[in-house]
């Protein structure tokens, strides 16, 4: 009765993802959420994860390019990727985003910390093997970050398709911790006579460098004005994933 | 025979991780290194790293600061963490950095691609049990970064050096990636009319934020000056790596 109770509430919980221990966190809970909004923005502000896998027991920690759509986490790989034949029958992954935001300078060493944003998200991680759902994804993968470019561009060929894995992890929990504060230590070690404070921490786009090969007048279009040099990368692609949804 | 010749050959091997199945480079190998000081140099640009693990057959991927001496990496966490049972005893770990350095856009979607350094590291992770080793690593995590910052600080006390779990990995083997470099289809796809280009990002400094508590007359210290608002950090990190090992 209690666990059809707790199944019940999970499954009426619409903004949140369901918690357990595997993705509760254990420690400075203050800094810890497990709402889809916190996590989905998190996610969207960063085109870099860590992908965690095991095989035969050993663990990887693969960095590669990843995009969201809904509940669903996309990343892609050549078809000769280590992971690829554990991924037809499905494999437990964990997938993280995490930012360092901050450098966080206390009084003493115990409290020196970094301010960070950071989303844990687990579940099943599958080769999409169905053709229309694969060719989507790899349009998706373009326009998720520049709004309409696949159109443009040279057309897929059905090679290219077959070369490319392209893997889809529908979120069965995630977590996300945030600390985004100055130092914590002013009650406690005040009076200690040193410099204590936060060095702040951003990336940041820089000026387009074009093809030495662009063919003579081409300019860079409009669609790609959002990562106007100096702008930072995490607003940008919050940015972009809002555009993507509002057109798809 | 030919076992113990391959294994004398890894262990002549002064300046490159030894390479077996589970480092060795799957795809893209012309981006790829086994050498130590490639390996360094990408570790040493970061303070933060993802590092995989496995509890029961489920992978975590947790990002965590880390910081390298010779060829051991550490980080630390809170005692109640939640693999710090495994780590009694030892568990294969990977610990990877990954720093995204341009957002490539060609004239197909199969060739875009981003601009990366990528570090991968395997080994045994284990709790440093050896107090005056634990002490140490606690000292060095401050000083790697903010050179002799450690003896400015309110001394650490018994029960934070308790509360606090410190873990070394030496690395057995590891693997470097990096991508630095423009679009790589003008051959194939440059007469195609769209714009193709790097978009390079970098993580860069800004104003410090000092304690809103801070002691009157506290300036900055020149320790910092590294961290100046505008650099590079994975550069500043560079340096600071250096001016450790230099000072230890």
Not at 122 to 141: C, I, N, P, Q, S
Not at 185 to 203: I, M, N, R
Request: glycine share 6%; net charge negative; aromatic share 8%.
């Amino acid at each position: 009765m209690g666990f059809v109770l707790f199944a019940w509430m999970n499954i009426m919980s619409e903004t949140a993802f369901p918690i357990s221990d595997r993705n509760r966190l254990k420690r400075a809970h203050e800094r810890g959420s497990y709402d889809h909004a916190t996590v989905f923005a998190i996610l969207d502000s960063q085109m870099l994860c860590h992908v965690a896998y095991v095989i035969d027991g050993q663990p990887y920690c693969t960095p590669t390019l990843f995009w969201r759509e809904g509940q669903t986490l996309y990343w892609h790989g050549s078809s000769a990727s280590r992971m690829l034949r554990h991924l037809r029958v499905g494999t437990p992954t964990c997938l993280t985003v995490a930012q360092l935001d901050g450098l966080v300078l206390a009084r003493s060493g115990f409290n020196h910390s970094a301010n960070y944003r950071s989303a844990m998200c687990f579940g099943t991680a599958r080769l999409v093997e169905d053709m229309a759902l694969k060719e989507h994804a790899l349009l998706a993968v373009v326009d998720r970050f520049y709004p309409n470019r696949s159109a443009a561009l040279r057309a897929m060929t059905a090679q290219e398709i077959k070369a490319t894995s392209v893997i889809a992890m529908p979120i069965e929990q995630a977590s996300a911790k945030v600390r985004a504060k100055n130092v914590g230590d002013d009650e406690v070690d005040g009076q200690h006579p040193v410099w204590a404070g936060v060095l702040p921490v951003s990336t940041i786009v820089g000026a387009e460098q074009p093809s030495p090969a662009l063919l003579a007048g081409l300019e860079r279009p409009t669609n790609l004005d959002a990562y106007a040099p100096g702008r930072r990368l995490d607003e940008v692609l919050i940015e972009m994933q809002a555009a993507y949804e509002d057109a798809h």
